[in-house]
């Protein structure tokens, strides 16, 4: 990103961490917790006021791996699932979020993922019997693996929407997202 974080970009006047917290804030979710890494005091900063547990990764540069583990260890043990939500994509709502949230049946647990077309994107509801597996990934690939690994777990929810898998990672994606 040329040296910026592209979390406090902003998108419609919005720092895109603010856009995907405000989703998860408005959605269904019982709790949110936003890890944080690179710039931790200015990314909560950002954040928007609300039932937020900040949990900071000091080893972020060592990939996602470590924060998807600092943020799934950070959950209380009753939790049924963890939605993951990626901050760099500033086009997931709450109605997204929400969507996932219905497809999952605590009776039957099952990954929940959000598909377009032949397409899978993210955010990703994962069950609790999926937690350990989370936190032993390593490096930057996140949960990529997993998905394939448990490929006949998955169930899928149709969203009419490229926000599933439009992020921003290059100046060029930021201003092509800034001028939607």
């Given amino acids: 990103m040329g040296g910026s ?29 936003v890890v944080t ?4 005091e200015r990314i909560e900063a950002a954040l928007p006021s609300g039932r937020v547990n900040l ?7 060592a990939g ?27 086009w997931v709502g709450a109605e997204h979020i929400d969507r996932l ?3 999952f049946d605590p009776d039957d647990p099952a990954i929940v993922a959000p598909v377009r077309g032949d397409r899978r994107g993210h955010p990703v509801l994962w069950p609790r019997r999926f937690f350990r ?6 490096g930057d690939a996140g949960a990529r693996e997993l998905l394939a690994k448990y490929a006949s777990e998955v169930r899928t929810v149709t969203l009419d929407t490229d926000a599933i898998f439009a ?14």
């Fill in 133 to 138: 597996d989370l936190c032993q990934l390593g």
């Fill in 37 to 40: 890494g690179h710039q931790a």
């Fill in 167 to 180: 992020d921003v990672d290059t100046p060029a994606e930021l201003d092509l997202a800034q001028r939607k």
């Fill in 64 to 90: 996602l791996a470590g924060s998807l583990r600092r943020g799934v260890l950070s959950l209380p043990v009753e939790v049924d699932a963890v939605l993951i939500q990626l901050a760099d994509m500033p």
């Fill in 101 to 103: 949230i219905a497809a």
């Fill in 5 to 33: 974080n592209k979390l406090l970009c902003e998108i419609d006047g919005v720092p895109m961490i603010e856009r995907a917290v405000r989703a998860a804030l408005d959605s269904r979710c019982a709790q949110v917790v």
């Fill in 55 to 61: 949990v900071r990764n000091p080893d972020h540069a």
